[in-house]
């Protein structure tokens, strides 16, 4: 009964996201252009404290000062009054100051994983009334462009404010920078190169990618903000959510 | 040069709050976590041997990831399909361990972690073996199971993506670990000068 209860309230707190084509920002090879993306249920809205507290509570080997610092960095949940206490954050913000291991065991506990790069952006792509097209949407770009002027220091809201995109999923802009399985992969194909190119390999690669869309700054600060991560890293405006199989 | 550098602006923006959050937040004690320790080892917290993963290496072994526990190690990640970077990785590390004298060499092991565990069965390691003419009581190939790959990936700092066609782009690091896998020093790259690694490897004697 429990399980199956806790199936039913996966499915409504994690839409379908139907499958389809994707470009990516950065295609993963030149002659490449586009993904396919198959079908996936996204968390509706970032993962909150009060549903972390949970997991922690159930799981004190990710309780701070559990963790060891290979997995999560002396951020982790550093503004949390106490090991199971968030203190003054409220219930309903998205929990940040997550590592990458951290938010990924949350996940797979969950009987999901992070996201995808592909999956996160094809996702976020969608509109309020059509599955694609946000990178290309002036207005939604502005309201990006806005977010990421402001800098952290703001309090966070709770999540699921406002309205949903086309898939009834919430906050994929304008909350939190947020985790992927594989933030890891933008790479970088300095070591598929022929041997004896020159030197400086590694940036040489980088600088070789080319974006798709060069006005599309909003990806790029995405991108660019993946790639400058480790996987223990904490910060108190990262935080996450949880795909599933459909 | 340039998406480097912005990487670097996106960094600070990051992390700029957090350092100021958390600059003076005390260092908690680490302690073991289910995921990962392996009971019978006292590891310090900053030790990659907290991931607990079985793989299974050229001879069909059930391993762990701290298989060479008690001895310094070399590792890295490859897979045995790759056609080109691969085999420059398994010739990087060969010609390190050609400038260590006999004595060092017997003290040092080395895994090489598959990043296609799919398509990497002990016979395709059993291959990669037969072709570099790997001294097998020091070295092991192993294949973890698939969606433990990306957290291996991540302890060492290696990026990876599948392409079209069945190949892989990923980063060549190879890592020194001390006897309790905490990482010491990395080659980040192919062909790079093995000496920061090797005073590295002789500090640790």
Known sequence: MFVLLAITQTLLAAPLVQGGSHQPFYPPSSGQE??????????????TVGEYRAFVIANPSWARGAAPPIFADA??????????????????????????????????AAGGDLPTVYQ???????????PAGGRKDEATLARILAWYGEGPGAALRPVSQGSPNYWGIYDMHALVWEWTVDFNSLLISAD??????????????????????????ASFMRFALRSSLEAAYTTENLGFRCAYAP | MRLRTLTSVALCLLTSQAMAASGDAPIEPASQASIG????????????YHLDVDMVDQRGETIALSVYAGKPVLISMFYAS???ACPMLIADVTALEDKLTAEERAGLRVLLVSLDPEADTPEELRGVVERHVIDQSRWRLAS?????????????????QAIEGGELHHS????????????????????????PLLQALRALE
């Open chain 2, 144 to 160: 973890p199971p698939e969606p433990r790959v990306r957290d291996i990936a991540a302890l060492l700092g290696i990026s990876y």
């Open chain 2, 172 to 195: 060549s690091i190879i890592t020194l670990l001390d006897s309790q896998g905490r990482i010491i020093e990395k080659l980040d790259g192919l062909q790079q000068s093995p000496e």
């Open chain 1, 192 to 217: 598929v190169r022929e041997a004896g190119e020159e030197e400086d390999l590694r940036f040489c690669g980088a600088g070789a990618l080319s974006a798709r869309d060069v006005e599309d700054y």
């Open chain 1, 120 to 130: 996160w952006e094809y996702a976020a792509d969608a509109t309020a009334d059509a």
């Open chain 2, 82 to 84: 790759c056609p080109m």
């Open chain 2, 37 to 48: 320790p392996q009971e019978s080892l006292a590891l310090p917290g900053d030790s990659i």
């Open chain 1, 34 to 47: 586009q993904v396919k993306v198959e079908a996936f249920r996204l968390d509706a809205a970032p993962v």
């Open chain 1, 75 to 108: 951020g982790y949940l550093s503004q949390w009054t106490s090991p199971t206490d968030p203190g003054d954050l409220t219930p309903t913000e998205p929990v940040t100051g997550v590592s990458w291991f951290a938010a990924r065991a949350y996940c797979r």
